[in-house]
């Protein structure tokens, strides 16, 4: 019998993997893809404890359902009819409440707190270097209303103890001196930092593999058979049965069809999102921003500059939208004149795992369960992965209680 198995080789997984490992565990992952590609490699970069606020929040549901009829909006439900979907809607709105709100930013803000310092020290490890930079995060807006709702948020940020410096255009000229941003404003967060994801996960597997961790790609879980204190069973699509102590869900996306098959309910819908990637632009910011109306993410990656956004929940389709990546690509020189972009490079997409209260799931299904579910980490996965795997390693080596608000199991029965 296995100590853990890992399922899903993607940032949360690694970084589980990673704090079992050192901790004198032994680690199994499987994953049904090659662990070469996935929301965990192309994403935006971007750790931020300025994203103490959960997704669902009040006015979200107003806003969305704004967007849901506009061709290149930054969010879009695919209409389709399943309940499941329509179970996650209501419990989102359920959801999206201030006192919802007002019980998780500390939380959020202690959580990507505490991964930005785990990446900051796991880059300055031999055999590391995944371009960590800590310039922090900008929030440009162009529009009374979205200054309006930057500078509440940065006030909300004050009162949590996160550093948010109120910047007009010309103030962000001082900082971004070599190129124009035409903008009203802007928030600085310089608690913010970035790093460059797929270098980041290529150097964590190689380091995982070269202490003896077992990675078993191409191995497909189809179920898991909890038997609590016994241990638990995980079949995979190959007809092999393998037995372990514990598993770990962080299959992203996925892990809610597994826990179905399963027995469980895990509410989970996908955030199809895309990015593109620009190879030695003609110009480039030196500090990632969010362009506030248009939702877009750009990251300065080396000499490379990668530019995403979108929300799209599609039921996991492979379609990708061209009206959804014009958008988003014609969206940068409204911010950055000076910016030309005439080979954005293909088209990456991913599914972003999304709670119906914008908080992940993270703890053992039940007080005596053999399974640890890490996942639902929407658009902050890479933010999150670092204090997740501490979290799952001290359930495995701890049996630490985590917050509620984190429980696996806290939609079942709604």
Request: charged letters at 20%; one cysteine or more; proline letters at 6%.
């Amino acid at each position: 019998m296995r100590d853990i198995v890992v399922i899903g080789g993607g940032a949360v997984g690694l970084w589980s993997a990673w704090h079992l490992h050192k901790a004198g565990v032994r680690v199994t992952i499987i994953d049904k893809s090659a662990m070469q590609d996935g929301c965990s490699y192309g994403n935006a970069g971007m750790i931020v404890p300025s994203h103490f606020i959960p997704m669902a929040s009040p006015g979200i549901i107003a806003q969305g359902i704004r967007w849901m009829f506009k061709k290149k909006s930054p969010f879009y439900i695919r209409p389709r009819a399943s309940s499941e979907l329509m179970r996650w809607l209501w419990l989102f709105y359920r959801s999206a409440s201030s006192r919802h709100v007002a019980d998780s930013v500390s939380l959020l803000r202690d959580m990507h707190t505490e991964s930005r310092e785990l990446y900051r020290d796991l880059d300055r490890m031999p055999g590391f270097g995944f371009g960590f930079s800590q310039k922090g995060i900008l929030m440009l807006f162009q529009t009374p209303g979205a200054e309006s709702d930057e500078l509440e948020t940065a006030e909300m940020a004050h009162q949590l103890g996160i550093e948010a410096n109120y910047l007009t255009s010309e103030q962000l000229t001082r900082i971004e001196p070599a190129l124009k941003v035409q903008v009203k404003g802007a928030v600085h967060y310089p608690g913010d930092a970035h790093l460059s994801p797929e270098i980041m996960m290529r150097q964590l597997k190689a380091a995982l593999l070269a202490e003896g961790v077992q990675c078993m790609t191409h191995t497909e879980a189809t179920a898991i058979i909890d038997d609590h204190k016994n241990g638990v069973r995980i079949h995979t699509k190959n007809g092999e049965t393998i037995p372990a102590k514990n598993v770990v869900l962080s299959a992203g996306s996925w892990s809610s069809k597994l826990m179905s098959l399963s027995g469980f309910s895990l509410p989970v819908q996908d955030g199809k999102g895309y990015s593109m990637t620009v190879h030695q632009p003609n110009i480039c910011p030196s500090i990632p921003a969010i362009l506030h109306e248009a939702r877009v993410a750009i990251t300065p990656m080396g000499t490379n500059l990668r530019i995403s956004g979108t929300l799209e929940i599609s039921g996991m389709d492979e379609i990708i939208s061209t009206h959804k990546v014009r958008s988003i690509l014609d969206a940068v020189p409204g911010y950055y004149p000076q910016l030309h972009i005439h080979d954005p490079g293909p088209v990456w997409f991913g599914y972003r795992p999304c709670t119906p209260d914008g908080l992940p799931y993270i703890g053992r299904w039940s007080e005596d369960s053999a399974v640890i579910v890490a996942t639902g980490h929407a658009m902050m996965g890479l933010s999150l992965a670092p204090v997740t795997g501490r979290m799952v390693k001290d359930l495995v080596t701890g049996n630490a209680t985590l917050h509620q608000k984190l429980n696996p199991a806290r939609f079942a029965g709604k």
